[in-house]
């Protein structure tokens, strides 16, 4: 490890290199600002949150019809999220759609169908219209960030924001760490972007591997973590994620099979899903999850999903589509010798993750305004770490209002960047350095499975009070033994930060599932002890932030903004 | 508790005789995974941490000569966990 700090000053942060922070950071550059972006992984060029390419791009297109309108899709909003959302900012991110749409084709994304030159939209999981566009997006991130690169943007890969910086509850930068040449670079910025995505390797699935996941597994909540640690709101932490996979492999490509109509049979051949919801397999994801999770729960398992009687040609299509998302889904295929055209696929529920509760537009995470601001002035939030998500399409618009918003903030800004403190500094790099010296620590992977069991058991698709109350003991008890962590080179380093992050996140999602005595969205946040919805007590957010002793709740209705809960008022410069 | 390398199961497979050694693996892996040392067209690239692999297959998708081959371990390929394991223990 180096012995001192790279020092950078820069107009704008950005934490993550998805859809989301490029996003945030091209309206920043087309404004004139210095924007550095640090990197955990080498993303800026494929899709962050899924690896390879995109399949499907949710948007409004304004082509005529009513339903094809912000207005409409709006209207829907409550109904899709069980009337938890924010609106405000779900409104927003809506009505700009068509705008960022048409910026994202200018930039050379071509959204059309190879064979017809249209654009072939689609109905899925429970939207009221064809708003997912099913298209081959593997160069989709490319010009997005070729933009950036374009803009001069500083991009630092294979690097970790491990503590952000905040004074009077104003973020003026960040530490971080290369894990390749062990440099450490402390940055200060007028105003910061963290989209470092969803939180990931929280629980177990079928194959028992923590980095077999749906969405990538190395976004492990880091800005959730760090925007916690700074101050800012969390809301709908208590909402779990969870997708239906083949059974061994957590991959990708639901949305594309059920669109394009796969059914999903039980043991009997019973296509059982229309008793769950009279849209059978076009229901919200949280509810064609929880379907397949109650016929396992009664016995009626192994849950298979079933494409033999679809045409050839809808056939060929999906098999294109699941190549896009997921590279390998097709060499998974073959080496297990299930053609998938013909024949019955074991489905197993994923593992969970933190991001939007199989809804869209309601996100878990960092509590934002319409400008995409948190509750720390100068720190803003954007795609799946964000309170409100929505796929590739909602990352990207919350991304590109997150940007416009810091050049908001930055223009409303005077004064100098404060003196970063060299003890902050020494204190984060020496903890580091404890890590690194432990020979006989606990190893990372312990802790993380630890971790992952006691959500599986008692923070996952069933809660109730007892077994939050022992997760949340357990999670404390792990918390305590951080410092014997052991990482026995600078990869390990970055992974024992990871662990920390995703321990700290199960802690706030139990403690948001204690708070929540209601059930919603099925097994999204299902308490056995409080089985229905109520929503006479319970149309409300929770909000979790830092206390004196480790994360606390508080509500507010959701008639409010989340903004409404911020301490730094509302005083949110003027879009 | 660490399972010493060797015994791993290790997805990225690389040939030898038509890797070219030219970094691009190493550069991909959103993973960290893979190791090779850059400018230097002798040694083959190594998979550092190979129980981190996502199974993405970037790293075969850029692969320039089709070098290298994402396999799947028994556990994923035919999987034996019960589901109704995963979904939770209730206290009473």
Redesign the interface.
């Known amino acids: 490890m180096t012995d001192d700090f790279v020092r950078l000053d820069t107009d704008v942060l950005v934490v993550g290199g998805g859809v989301a922070g490029s996003m945030a950071a091209i309206p920043a550059l087309e404004a004139g600002l210095k924007v550095v972006i640090c990197e955990k992984?080498?993303?800026l060029d494929?899709c962050g949150s899924i690896?390879?390419g995109v399949d499907h791009y949710l948007t409004i297109m304004e082509s005529g019809p009513e339903w094809d309108t912000p207005e409409f899709l709006l209207k829907h909003v409550p109904e899709l999220t069980d009337g938890i959302v924010d609106m405000a900012v779900a409104g927003r991110v809506i009505r700009e759609m068509p705008r960022i749409f048409r910026k994202i084709e200018a930039m050379g994304v071509d959204f059309r169908d190879r064979q017809t030159g249209d654009y072939y939209r689609l109905r899925s999981f429970g939207l009221p219209g064809t708003y997912h566009i099913n298209f081959d997006g593997t160069d989709f991130k490319k010009h997005l960030g070729e933009r950036v690169r374009k803009g001069k943007a500083t991009v630092l890969m294979?690097t970790m924001v491990v503590q952000l910086l905040v004074k009077d509850n104003r973020a003026y930068g960040a530490i971080a760490f290369n894990?390749?040449s062990g440099e450490w670079t402390v940055i200060r910025a007028k105003s910061v972007v963290l989209a470092a995505g969803d939180v990931n390797r929280i629980?177990?699935?079928?194959?028992?591997?923590?980095?077999?996941?749906w969405h990538?597994?190395?976004n492990t909540g880091d800005a959730q973590a760090m925007g916690y640690h700074a101050g800012a709101a969390l809301a709908n932490m208590e909402s779990v994620e969870a997708t239906l996979t083949p059974?061994?492999?957590s991959?990708q490509g639901l949305n594309a099979l059920v669109s394009l109509g796969a059914y999903f049979v039980n043991k009997a051949g019973e296509r059982f899903m229309f008793k769950y919801d009279k849209k059978g397999e076009n229901a919200r994801r949280a509810v064609i999850a929880d379907g397949v999770?109650n016929e396992?729960?009664l016995?009626n398992?192994?849950?298979y999903l079933d494409c033999r009687h679809l045409p050839q040609d809808m056939l060929d299509r999906m098999e294109h589509t699941l190549q896009v998302d997921?590279?390998?889904l097709p060499?998974?295929y073959q080496?297990?010798g299930v053609n998938f055209r013909e024949e019955l696929v074991e489905v197993?529920?994923s593992?969970l993750s933190i991001r939007r509760s199989g809804v869209y537009f309601r996100g878990s995470g960092l509590a934002v305004d319409t400008n995409g601001e948190t509750a720390v002035e100068g720190l803003f939030a954007a795609g799946d770490c964000a309170t409100v998500s929505g796929g590739i399409s909602g990352a990207a618009v919350l991304g590109h209002i997150a940007g416009e918003g810091v050049v908001q903030r930055i223009r409303a800004s005077t004064g100098a960047l404060p003196e970063v403190e060299r003890g902050t500094l020494d204190e984060v790099r020496a903890r580091a350095v404890a890590h690194l010296q432990q020979k006989d620590g606990l190893?990372w992977?312990?802790y993380e499975e630890t971790t992952r069991q006691t959500v599986?058991?008692?923070v996952?698709?069933?809660?109730?009070e007892?077994?939050l109350r022992?997760a949340l003991d357990t999670l404390a008890a792990l918390a305590k033994r951080e410092p014997t962590l052991k990482a026995?080179d600078l990869?390990g380093l970055?992974?024992v930060h990871e662990a920390k992050n995703i321990r700290l996140n199960a802690e706030i999602m139990a403690t948001a599932s204690l708070a929540r005595q209601e059930t919603r969205t099925g097994s999204s946040h299902f308490r056995?002890d409080y089985p229905k919805t109520d929503d006479l007590n319970w149309r409300k957010f929770v909000i979790v932030e830092r206390g004196a002793n480790g994360p606390v709740t508080r509500t507010l209705s959701t008639d409010q903004p989340l903004s409404a809960a911020f301490s730094r008022g509302n005083a949110a410069v003027a879009a | 508790m660490s399972t010493p390398q060797k015994e791993m199961f290790n997805p990225i497979r690389i040939n030898p005789e038509t890797c070219i050694k030219c970094n691009l693996c190493d550069w991909i892996c959103p993973g960290d995974l893979i190791y090779k040392e850059e400018d230097n067209r002798e040694t083959l690239p190594v998979i550092k941490y190979p129980d981190e692999c996502w199974y993405c297959g970037l790293c075969q998708s850029i692969c320039p000569t089709n070098a290298i081959t994402v396999v799947f371990p028994e556990q994923m390929v035919h999987n034996k966990t019960d589901v109704a394991s995963l979904l939770g223990k209730v206290i009473e």
């Not at chain 1, 079928?206 to 980095?211: D, H, P, R, T």
């Not at chain 1, 996952?460 to 109730?464: I, Q």
């Open positions: 992984g080498k993303i494929h690896g390879c294979r894990f390749r629980s177990q699935n079928a194959s028992g591997l923590a980095f077999d996941s990538i597994p190395y059974k061994g492999f991959c999770i396992y729960l016995g398992g192994p849950i997921r590279y390998t060499a998974y080496q297990k197993s529920v593992e190893p992977k312990a599986s058991d008692y996952g698709v069933r809660r109730n007892q077994g022992l026995d990869h970055m992974r056995m």
